[in-house]
């Protein structure tokens, strides 16, 4: 870690009160260099995720359209299951 110490014009010695000014500046600045380091590298992070997130979103759009996901399954009843004498298709439920 480098001090800087400034002095006032005309004094030539650093006194202990100085020193330990220049310190605590010091530790400071050093503390929030490392604080911003950590801030950029989860930044850079979040970056990578979003981008990955955008590209599964479209990766999902694209399954969706190619497959015809977004319209009802059509079912091809089955009616093989009675309940009171009426036939319901055995894969859907439906009343057929
Ligand atoms: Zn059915």
Redesign the pocket.
């Known amino acids: 870690m480098v001090l800087c110490i400034n002095l006032s014009p005309g004094v030539k010695t650093v006194t202990h009160s100085d020193y330990e000014i220049a310190s605590v500046k010091a530790a400071g600045a050093e503390l929030r260099y490392r604080g911003e380091a950590k801030l950029d590298a989860v930044d850079a992070r979040i970056a990578e995720v979003e981008s990955t997130l955008v590209f599964l979103l479209h990766q999902r759009r694209e399954i969706v359209n190619q497959y015809d996901l977004n319209k009802p399954a059509v ?4 009616p093989d299951q009675y309940e009171d004498g009426v036939l319901f ?6 009343r ?1």
């Not at 298709?89 to 439906?94: A, E, R, T």
């Open positions: 079912c091809h009843h089955v298709c055995i894969d859907c439920g439906v057929v």
